[in-house]
């Protein structure tokens, strides 16, 4: 079992910037694929951005890219994402997932472990 605990949201102005963590514990995350998503009231849960378990694979969303980074610490069994110019339309609640699966997926129903979700909220 993975269990896997996000932090890092909060309220920010538009073009602000927040970084999200996502501590892992009970198994080393270091062969899982580790992904984000996030779920905004009334919507569909979505994928977010992705990450390879060595690193240099990454996927993104096309509403986000170039403007999210994700980045994972094996070592410390953690996964990040930092989030630049942010939007309104960034509101949601995010996501950390792990995954079995060695692939950049971006399906809720290909990762195994969920975190419990925390609050982003970008105002206007």
């Known amino acids: 079992q993975v269990q896997l605990v996000g932090s890092g949201g909060g309220l920010v102005q538009a073009g602000g910037s927040l970084r999200l963590s996502c501590a892992a514990s009970?198994?080393?995350?270091?062969?899982?694929?580790m992904g984000w998503f996030r779920q905004a009231q009334g919507k569909e849960r979505e994928f977010v951005a992705a990450?390879?378990?060595?690193?240099?694979?990454?996927n993104y969303a096309d509403s986000v890219k170039g403007r999210f980074t994700i980045s994972r610490d094996n070592a410390k069994n953690t996964v990040s994402l930092q989030m630049n110019s942010l939007k309104p339309e960034d509101t949601a609640v995010y996501y950390c997932?792990?995954?079995?699966?060695?692939?950049?997926?971006?399906?809720?129903?290909?990762?195994?472990?969920w975190g419990q979700g925390t609050q982003v909220t970008v105002s206007s």
């Open positions: 990450i390879l378990w060595k690193g240099a694979n990454t």
């Open positions: 009970g198994r080393n995350i270091s062969s899982y694929t």
């Open positions: 997932a792990a995954s079995r699966n060695l692939a950049l997926i971006t399906t809720t129903h290909n990762y195994d472990y």
